[in-house]
Structure formats: C-alpha cells, structure tokens
C-alpha cells in the first residue's frame, strides 16, 4: 500500500527531525527510555517493566537485529520506533518478508504528528529491506496506538488485553531505495554532529 509522504528526515512542522539511530545515540535512548511515564512504559512493553528492565533493553537496543528511528523536538529523543524481523535474517541487507514495528512517544509530545512520521520512515525503510508484510501490537486499551495503526491501514484484530495486525507493502522502486540511501546517510552525518556536541558539552 501507499503510505502517506511525510516528513522523514529534516526540518518538520513541529520543529524536529526523524532519522535513523546509531550506537553514538545510545546515551540518549537509555534517558529516553527511562523518562517515559508507567503507562507509556506498560504500553509500549505490552505490561510492567522495571527500570533495571528497561535500562537492560535500552543499552542493547541499537545493536539488536532490525533498526531504530528517534523522533527529535529541540534536539532531544522524544519518541522511537524499532523495525525488528520477525524470523531469521536473510544475509546482507535484507530483514526478510515479515517484521514487526513498535514504538512510543512521550506523553507531552503526542498528536504532533511524531508517531505518523515514526511509522512512515518505518514502513518505508522495511519496503526497502524486503518486508512485504510488516506486523503492529498493541495494548487493546492503547486507543491512540490502535487509531494510528488503523490510519495507515493496518488490518487490526483485537484478542483480548491485546490487538495485533499488518500493513502489506508494496515493492521497492529504484527511486524509494535511492531515496532510503540517501536518508541514511544525512541521519549518519546527524549523528556523528550530535555525538561531537555532546563530547564537546561533557569536556565544558
């Protein structure tokens, strides 16, 4: 299916920038996981998780199989999405046909379009490494999550406490793999500059 062409990588209309997560990014993504309130944590866990729990996961987050994506306001990681397959990885590139996409904004950060523009780079950057089917789920009480996922079309079908569904993508096109080329290495180059102002902050 055709997604919806939002901003990916840049400037948005909330001031931000969504780009691709490095091992440089680290730091970030542990605070990012440690400030998220205990409902957006139960949510984006699919239940309780305790700190240490959450620190574990977010140290290993960026080196894990798949990819991750941050969502920037003012310089700072408010929301992060993970592209994870969902069998073993074919070599090279390639994630395989099935993968699964979370993520999670914070609370004082949403119906900004963070989560739209999160999943759009998700499922463009999926198209683009073989996935044909890219799988959502939820909390059923995650209404917020639900209605985004709905949005963007994913064919959802609630079992109880949880809601699971699929997005079929369509196949990539020498302009979308050009295009994901491209977006990667500006997120790479975003990077390496934050990695250099935080290092220049902590000698200050």
């Known amino acids: ?26 730091p970030a993504i542990v605070d990012y996981f440690l400030r998220l309130d205990p409902e957006t944590r139960a949510g984006r866990f699919m239940g309780a998780v305790s700190e240490a729990g959450v620190r574990a996961y977010a140290e290993r987050a960026v ?12 310089g700072t990681l408010r929301g992060l999405g993970e592209l994870r397959p969902m069998g073993p990885c074919p070599p090279g590139p390639l994630l395989g046909p099935e993968a699964e996409a979370a993520f999670a904004v914070e609370r004082d950060f949403r119906r900004l379009g963070l989560g739209s523009a999160l999943f759009a780079r998700i499922a463009d950057a ?14 059923t009480r ?21 809601t699971e569904g699929a997005l079929h993508l369509a196949l990539p096109t020498p ?30």
């Open 1 to 26: 299916m055709a997604l919806p062409r939002l901003n990916q990588t840049g400037p948005t209309p909330w001031r931000g920038q969504i780009r691709r997560l490095w091992p440089s990014d680290r």
């Open 63 to 74: 080196s894990a199989e798949g990819l991750v994506f941050g969502a920037f306001v003012d």
């Open 126 to 139: 999926a198209r683009n490494r073989g996935v044909s089917d890219l799988h959502v789920r939820c909390l």
């Open 142 to 162: 995650n209404g917020p999550m639900r209605g985004l996922a709905a949005k963007l079309g994913a064919n959802l079908r609630p079992a109880g406490p949880e």
């Open 175 to 204: 302009v979308s793999l050009w295009h994901e080329s491209v977006a990667e290495a500006f997120d790479l180059t975003l990077a390496v500059a934050a990695a250099g102002r935080g290092a220049w902050r902590a000698a200050s």
